[in-house]
């Protein structure tokens, strides 16, 4: 049997052993990972589980496999263990890419609380603050969207991640056309938030494609419910007059909102 099979049986049996008495409860996998995760050394996907070989070993413990090693990555990731958390999330969404919360809260993870780690430290060493932080947080953006872009061949028409990487273009990467296109591709999503596609045409907006933004957001303004606080038909309209008055669009032409 290779390495890659034993680590997988290591892990199997681990789990066995978790379902007769989960005590404790992260220390089967633990132990299936031995020091690669313990040492915080960056692990490498396919060196421990690939795919194919959680598939067909793991079987039906998948589901239970990836909540073991979720809350090993929240264990290293409350102990500030930057390798460890990103290799974990990494090996999470490898044995069980079901979940769509494993993808999001880990890219999160590696974006979020990772850059903070990380630029904490570097502060400890008396570095440029300024530029460090810019170049900390789009290096984590960057893996994070690394792994958005594998979770959408799992979920190709998933809303929340495509607004995820939006986010992540939009915040970390201070990248507006990025970030407005992933926008629009999740406003165009089946079930989407009525947030994308107010926050595209605001984004289109602050480009300066005011004529593009107009069009969009008079479009999007009669398909708003009135009752839904999330899809804010009050501040699309107010968009919608701003724009009017910076186009100069003549009083005839202007937008009128259904039921006026």
Do not use: K
Not at 28 to 48: C, H
Not at 175 to 204: F, K, Q, S, V
């Amino acid at each position: 049997m290779n390495s890659r099979g034993r680590e997988a049986a290591a892990i199997f049996l681990a789990l066995v052993a978790a379902g007769a008495a989960l005590q404790p409860v992260a220390g089967p996998v633990r132990v299936a990972l031995g020091p690669t995760v313990s040492a915080g050394r960056v692990i490498r996907r396919d060196a421990l589980v690939g795919r194919s070989v959680s598939v067909a070993v793991l079987g039906g413990f998948r589901a239970l496999a990836a909540d073991l090693l979720w809350l090993e990555t929240y264990l290293a990731w409350a102990a500030g263990d930057q390798a460890a958390t990103q290799a974990l999330i990494r090996l999470v969404t490898s044995v069980d890419e079901r979940p769509e919360s494993f993808w999001l809260n880990g890219a999160r993870m590696m974006a979020y609380d990772v850059a903070q780690w990380r630029i904490a430290a570097a502060d400890r060493t008396g570095e440029p603050l300024a530029a460090v932080r810019r170049r900390i947080r789009e290096e984590q953006a960057g893996a994070a969207l690394d792994l958005l872009a594998e979770a959408q061949r799992w979920h190709p028409r998933s809303a929340a991640i495509c607004i995820e990487m939006a986010n992540l273009e939009l915040f970390g990467r201070t990248d507006l056309a990025a970030a407005a296109r992933w926008y629009r591709t999740a406003a165009e999503m089946p079930r989407a938030p009525h947030c994308a596609a107010r926050i595209y045409g605001e984004l289109l907006r602050r480009q300066g494609c005011r004529a593009e933004a107009y069009a969009w957001l008079r479009h999007l303004h009669p398909h708003l419910p009135r009752g839904d606080p999330e899809a804010m038909p009050d501040v699309v309209l107010a968009r919608i007059r701003d724009l009017e008055d910076q186009l100069a669009i003549p009083e005839a032409n202007r937008y009128a909102p259904p039921g006026d």
